[in-house]
Nanobody
Framework: VQLQASGGGLVQAGGSLRLSCATS????????MGWFRQAPGKEREFVAG????????FYRDSVKGRFTISGDNAKNTVYLQMNSLKPEDTAVYYC?????????????????WGQGTQVTVSS
């Protein structure tokens, strides 16, 4: 199973980007997907998650109201619409997939990871 994240880039503060993550390598079911990010010198952190059951979504506090996660359960594809970007959002963004339900906030709950896409927000 491979996850391919795309859509990163350089944007000015206040701008927007839309990240995409596509899955390949077989047909299988998943419980949900999520986005994490890692800034230079910092640990990877949870950004947003989506549970296919009921389409429930989860966000870290600092992105609530600015980021929106969505996806397609049948295609195991997830998106992250990022608006009102801030320099502190600068990081490598990773998508991840859960085969079995667990905490969306914890890395250990995810079974597969994408390679990451760089998001840089200039001030």
């Amino acid at each position: 199973v491979q996850l391919q994240a795309s859509g990163g880039g350089l944007v000015q503060a206040g701008g927007s980007l839309r990240l995409s993550c596509a899955t390949s390598g077989g047909t299988f079911s998943s419980y949900g997907m999520g986005w994490f990010r890692q800034a230079p010198g910092k640990e990877r952190e949870f950004v947003a998650g989506i549970c296919w059951v009921g389409s429930r979504t989860f966000y870290r506090d600092s992105v609530k109201g600015r980021f929106t996660i969505s996806g397609d359960n049948a295609k195991n594809t997830v998106y992250l619409q990022m608006n009102s970007l801030k320099p502190e959002d600068t990081a490598v963004y990773y998508c991840a997939l859960q085969r079995i339900g667990g905490s969306y906030y914890a890395e250990a709950a995810y079974n597969y990871w994408g390679q990451g896409t760089q998001v840089t927000v200039s001030s």
